[in-house]
């Protein structure tokens, strides 16, 4: 599949909004997706967003795409501790059969 | 609960050693996944079952083979690996074969010593 690219970092304080970016090379994708995985746990799918769409909302997440710059971002309001794990953004550029991921972002939320 | 299990949770095994992971689903999906998640790289697809056939086989060494005996199981079965073998191999699941809704297992961390 296409290259999706994702910050390998990012730290914030908690109670604060965390954004994480992705970009993405393959207009064809017609889904993106935030998934989150936890230390020593498999990925889980947050939320996903059509590529018709320029904003999704669901209770603290936010997911904004723009699609002319093929550019997603993944906004976590008041972030937790819990919030700490890594993200992945993804598209389903990659031959059809299963998602194309990112290399995941590491958020850190500190007290 | 994922309803996607794998054993083992941890593999500690030699270049010249065989073993067998293995991953269950519990949601009556038709499609099944391996990925290869190593430190700092993308996820890498490995192999993809639809119907217990193998819909895709992303160039993948053939020290790694996959077996899938129903639509619930999927195996990989690994013999003469590599250092660079090292990694977290997960499984997913969903629906359909593309049907992008995946639902992982928490992975195998595999070491080759």
């Known amino acids: 599949g296409e290259d999706v690219e994702q910050s390998l970092f990012l730290s914030v304080r908690e109670g604060d909004s965390s954004v994480i970016n992705c970009t993405y090379t393959?207009?064809?994708?017609?889904?993106l997706y935030w998934y989150k995985q936890e230390p020593g746990a498999g990925l889980q799918l947050l939320t996903y967003?059509?590529?018709?769409?320029d904003m999704k909302q669901d209770q603290r997440l936010t997911v904004l795409l723009n699609k002319k710059d093929k550019h997603l971002s993944l906004r976590i309001a008041d972030t937790q501790t819990g919030d700490s794990a890594i993200y992945f953004c993804?598209?389903?550029?990659?031959?059809?059969?299963?998602?194309?991921f990112g290399k995941g972002t590491s958020l850190l939320v500190t007290p | 609960e994922t309803g996607v299990t794998q054993t083992p949770r941890h593999l500690v095994m030699g270049m010249t050693n065989k073993k067998s992971l293995k991953c269950e689903q519990h949601?009556?999906?038709?499609?099944m996944y391996w990925y290869k998640q190593s430190a700092k790289k993308p996820l890498e697809l490995m192999f993809v079952?639809?119907?217990?056939?193998?819909?895709e086989n992303n160039s993948v060494p053939s020290r790694f083979s996959p077996e899938c005996p129903n639509s619930s199981h999927l195996f990989l079965h690994l013999h003469t690996l590599q250092p660079e073998d090292s990694a977290l191999y997960l499984c997913?699941?969903?629906?359909?074969?593309?049907?992008?809704?995946?639902?992982f297992g928490p992975g195998t961390r595999l070491t080759v010593t």
């Open positions: 949601l009556g999906h038709n499609a």
């Open positions: 079952y639809s119907l217990e056939e193998r819909v």
């Open positions: 997913a699941s969903s629906e359909e074969e593309g049907y992008y809704e995946q639902y």
């Open positions: 993804a598209d389903n550029s990659n031959s059809g059969y299963a998602l194309n």
């Open positions: 393959d207009s064809s994708s017609t889904y």
């Open positions: 967003i059509f590529s018709n769409m």
